[in-house]
């Protein structure tokens, strides 16, 4: 009854944020403190997403298809990767350097070449998406593989364990809980990175609806898509954490 309790009170602050935030935009949109061409009021938004309802589900479709393949293959590489880096030490210490590298190159600059080299289909859009979501999933499996307890470990090579049950058994099942927090990080990335990457280029998408939008000044349209991406990423993580009870039912009794 008092989990209960905890649960409710911790949701009851979060929608009170937003009812106030909510508020003070309606008031200030509304009182024309600030131009609804500058800022639309949310009703005005509400408004513009219910009339664009139809066209913004066919748009979502493409960008959660590319979302939801990026991702996938995202985790798979990252997966890979870790697992490499984490087996053979002169790897990990030649290319740990590099794949952090990579994350200093702006999203930005790598799309437009991207689009350059592979047309304007979904193959570009889905690279771009693996090059963001995977740095995430490497670095917090390599993490969680590096920081199994040793003395299971060695309890394990005395009892005659091979490299690849110790993995199995003791290391993949230890890394769990942070793959599945990088893998909530990396969700939302995969989202954000389908619709930047659309922005460039495509004949269809979040992006692209955003780009033909803002070039008509239709701001309200502009802001019922960011609302839109949100509840997207929104729902892929909480996905993601229904996932992780079907994967972690140990943590539901801590």
Not at 24 to 49: C, E, H, M, N, R
Not at 62 to 78: H, K, N, R, S, Y
Request: glycine share 6%.
């Amino acid at each position: 009854m008092k989990r209960k309790s905890q649960n409710t009170t911790s949701k009851f602050w979060p929608i009170l944020a937003i009812v106030i935030l909510l508020a003070v935009w309606q008031i200030a949109s509304g009182t024309g403190l600030i131009p609804k061409y500058l800022l639309p009021s949310p009703i005005d938004t509400i408004v513009a997403f219910v009339k664009d309802f139809p066209l913004l589900m066919e748009h979502s479709k493409v960008t959660i298809i590319e979302a939801v393949v990026g991702l996938g293959a995202g985790v798979l590489v990252g997966f890979i990767m870790a697992v490499i880096m984490d087996r053979f030490e002169k790897l990990y210490q030649a290319f740990y350097p590099l794949i952090v590298i990579t994350q200093t190159i702006p999203t930005v600059a790598i799309a437009p070449l991207l689009v350059l080299w592979f047309g304007y289909e979904m193959l570009p859009k889905v690279i771009l998406i693996v090059i963001v979501t995977f740095f995430p999933i490497t670095v917090s499996l390599l993490t969680g593989f590096r920081s199994a307890d040793r003395d299971t470990v060695n309890l394990m090579r005395t009892m005659g364990a091979t490299k690849m049950q110790i993995f199995w058994h003791v290391k993949f099942p230890g890394s769990l809980g942070q793959f599945f927090s990088s893998l909530r990080i990396s969700a939302s990335y995969a989202v954000v990175g389908a619709v930047i990457s659309e922005w460039l280029g495509g004949f269809s998408g979040l992006g692209v609806y955003m780009t033909r939008v803002k070039k008509a000044f239709a701001f309200d349209k502009m802001f019922a898509v960011i609302f839109l991406i949100s509840i997207l990423s929104l729902l892929l993580m909480w996905l993601i954490n229904v996932i992780q009870k079907k994967c972690m039912p140990w943590e539901e009794h801590k």
